[in-house]
């Protein structure tokens, strides 16, 4: 079973700080999305990415697509609390499933 | 919006039972799917499904076995419930043959078996 290594497993800061999380593959990608996993609730979609070099921001979330496809990182500026969540990314380099990374379990105290 | 919305939110089963975990979704989507989430192991496939009356194995489906006999029900069945199948599942769906449709997710059943 492959899965998509993510850095860090655990990341813990305080309100307004800047982050970024990594995900990464020994593959190419034939896309990436990103997802959000709040406490209780099932994942949510992000973001998704397709072409090498892409950037695609999402408020304080910016995401960017390596130029290789083998990986990807997600910046968040000026993190809120409400940003805490299990992110996770996913390679749908099959049309009919998706392949998920082992998540980054972000925690932002006021 | 999508809503796919799973039966339990917890469970307790005792080792041996059969266990049913239920899965419906109202947006008509083809493909719908159940993955198992463990600490540090991310999702994990177990079956998917195409289509109505159509699964298919994902990466770890021993111990596990799937029903799809309406396009908006999805079960996912353990025949004989054991502790390593502790864990949260998920179910999510998708439309079918759109490449990087997202998946909807439900927001999970929490089983634990004693």
């Known amino acids: 079973t492959q899965l998509l290594e993510q850095s860090p497993q655990f990341l813990s800061i305080q309100e307004g700080e800047n982050l970024t999380v990594y995900c990464n593959s020994s593959?190419?990608?034939?896309?990436l999305q990103w997802y959000r996993q709040e406490p209780g609730e099932g994942p949510v979609l992000l973001v998704t990415?397709?072409?090498?070099?892409e950037v695609k921001k999402l408020k304080r979330l910016t995401f960017q697509f390596g130029d290789a496809r083998k990986d990807s990182s997600l910046h968040i500026t000026a993190a809120q609390p409400g940003d805490t969540g299990l992110y996770l990314c996913a390679d749908g380099r099959h049309t009919d499933k998706l392949i998920f990374g082992t998540g980054t379990r972000l925690q932002v105290f006021p | 919006d999508v809503k796919v919305t799973q039966s339990s939110r917890y469970l307790v089963k005792r080792t041996g039972e059969k266990v049913f975990l239920e899965c419906v979704q109202d947006m008509d989507h083809e493909n719908m799917f159940w993955y198992r989430q463990d600490p540090g192991l991310g999702l994990r496939l177990i079956y998917f499904s195409y289509d109505v009356k159509m699964k298919e194995k994902g990466d770890i489906p021993e111990g596990y076995s799937v029903s799809r006999e309406k396009k908006e029900r999805f079960s996912l069945i353990l025949e004989s419930a054991s502790t390593n199948q502790t864990s949260m599942y998920l179910c999510?769906?998708?439309?079918?043959?759109?490449?990087?449709?997202?998946?909807?997710f439900g927001n999970g059943t929490r089983l634990t078996v004693t």
């Open positions: 990415v397709v072409t090498g070099g």
């Open positions: 593959s190419v990608f034939s896309s």
């Open positions: 999510a769906s998708r439309l079918g043959g759109r490449y990087n449709s997202p998946l909807h």
